[in-house]
């Protein structure tokens, strides 16, 4: 069956500053007064499974509060119909303390998302990576483990000092200890490129990883490995990502994929629903515009 994922992020709040994330970029207080409430959400989730969306994403970003908001949302959207719920976070203020048990019940995948904003080195990112994981299997929950690996500049410099041989010991390891579940590693890239030092400093560095550092898979092997689906879209490797998503912002504007910097108004529930039908356009057509250079 075709994956359709239906994408929100429900709020602009987040302790985080990540370059180039329209979340925390540029927003000012008009648009935080114009997000929307739960009454909205739980429509577009109505909507969105009478369209044939089955799997359901979310961003839980570090912010008081938001571990109870998120859990209410994921539970309305098993109540709408969502046959999957996923939940993309980080560690601080989540994981830690046990603070995301509450959620866990609720949910079928979690990604947690990794890199030098996240943790001071890769000792202490793997570390954390590994207390969560376990905290997961502890629960005795089906919970598919994602981690997402943003390739910053300074990740691309741990990678050259090779210490990320345990990336691939956290997937054998899950494949022999755990066998019932399910643990991936999701490669991202920034968007647009131009946000690195310069797009050839990108791919100077990205061929590098893929010819020095095989192990690390950071184009995908199909399995346990997921390659940036916008860069391999570019690189002719798989369709656009927006083909199977539908994103709404915390305003009610509409994307094919969250990095994606065409927006369209669905702020009445009407309009939402109809272009869940039609499909948003400007995607399909060319290389995912997403990743382009600016």
């Known amino acids: 069956m075709e994956r359709k994922i239906f994408s929100i992020a429900p709020s602009f709040n987040c302790s985080l500053s990540c370059p180039g994330c329209y979340l925390t970029t540029g927003v000012t207080r008009e648009m935080r007064k114009l997000t929307k409430d739960d009454y909205y959400w739980g429509r577009a989730m109505e909507e969105a499974v009478k369209a044939g969306y089955r799997e359901f994403a979310i961003t ?8 109870e908001h998120t859990t209410k949302l994921a539970i309305m959207a098993k109540k709408a119909g969502f046959e999957v719920v996923n939940v993309t976070t980080v560690w601080k203020d989540v994981f830690e303390n046990y603070a995301i048990e509450p959620l866990l019940p609720h949910i079928d995948i979690v ?44 990740v691309f410099q741990w990678a050259e000092e090779g210490q990320f041989d345990q990336v691939f010991d956290l997937i054998n390891r899950s494949k022999r200890v755990y066998l019932d579940k399910r643990v991936s590693i999701q490669h991202l890239i920034y968007k647009p490129l131009s946000i690195y030092e310069s797009v050839e400093w990108f791919w100077e ?14 184009c995908g092997d199909g399995d346990c490995f997921i390659g940036d689906v916008a860069l391999n879209n570019m690189l002719g490797m798989n369709a656009c990502p927006g083909e199977n998503m539908f994103d709404v912002d915390p305003m009610g504007f509409a994307r094919k994929c969250p990095e994606n910097p065409i927006a369209y108004d669905v702020t009445d529930i009407d309009r939402l629903k109809g272009m869940l039908y039609s499909g948003i356009p400007n995607c399909g057509e060319s290389k995912c515009n997403c990743i382009a250079p600016a």
């Open 60 to 67: 839980l970003n570090p912010f008081p509060g938001a571990i």
């Open 205 to 218: 560095k990205y061929q590098w990883i893929m010819e020095n550092k095989p192990h690390l898979k950071i």
């Open 111 to 154: 990604s947690m998302s990794v890199d030098e904003t996240r943790c001071r080195d890769p000792e202490e990112l793997w570390s954390q990576v590994d207390d969560a994981w376990g905290l997961i299997n502890q629960e005795h929950l089906d919970i598919h483990f994602n981690i997402n690996l943003l390739w910053t500049p300074t």
